[in-house]
């Protein structure tokens, strides 16, 4: 009896360390987004990944403790890490439909850039990189300071740039690969 509280206590240690782990690492997600993708990164940005990640782990935490007749704290662990997988790829897919939403929803195609159907295309040129925002910037439906604005910049904020007028003076700022207004260049500089 006394080496079965012994396991038990073991499998309950190994439970607990396995989702204060899930826990602990879900809010890391979006620094390694870019290199690992899938269910631990997501190429959209949001925090439904890591909350799902969260949530996930903590129902299979308990759904794996019920389930597991002999060893609770190992079928806590493993449905900790299995719920976390998968409540981390539930969020991601919701991250991504919020992304599509954001940009409108759908989009064009000019000269292979995927822009907003509610921002103006122009002959620019691709580009790719982070670029910052020297100052708070509008962000414009055109290239044109008479373009409508849809949205802003703010300064110091990187973000993702798609293409460049073929007069230089504007930026198109992207968001999750899609085209989501300009910038002017003149307020710009390379991260």
């Known amino acids: 009896m006394h080496k079965t509280n012994k396991i038990k206590t073991i499998g309950l240690t190994i439970a607990a360390a396995a989702t204060a782990f899930t826990m602990a690492s879900a809010p ?3 620094a390694v987004e870019q290199r690992l993708g899938g269910v631990v990164g997501c190429d959209a940005s949001g925090k439904k990944q890591e909350t799902g990640a ?3 782990g ?16 190992t079928g806590t662990a493993i449905g900790a890490v299995v719920g976390a ?7 991601c897919s919701m991250q991504k439909k919020q992304a599509s939403n954001d940009v409108g929803g759908s989009y064009k195609t000019s000269n292979g ?3 907003s159907h509610n921002v103006d295309s122009a002959p620019m040129t691709k580009i790719t990189g982070k670029y ?9 439906a055109s290239a044109s300071t008479r373009g409508m ?3 802003s910049v703010v300064a110091g904020e990187t973000f993702q740039a798609l293409g460049r007028t073929g007069d230089g003076q504007w930026i198109l700022v992207g968001q ?9 260049s003149a307020y710009v500089y390379r991260a």
């Open 149 to 151: 604005k849809v949205g």
């Open 58 to 73: 903590l129902l299979g935490a308990v759904a794996g403790s019920n389930l597991a007749k002999n060893d609770r704290g």
């Open 132 to 140: 910052v925002a020297r100052s708070n910037l509008n962000l414009r």
């Open 176 to 184: 999750n690969g899609v085209g989501v207004g300009y910038v002017s």
């Open 85 to 91: 997988g998968a409540g981390s790829y539930v969020g």
């Open 54 to 56: 969260v949530i996930g």
């Open 113 to 115: 850039i995927k822009i």
């Open 28 to 30: 890391a997600a979006n």
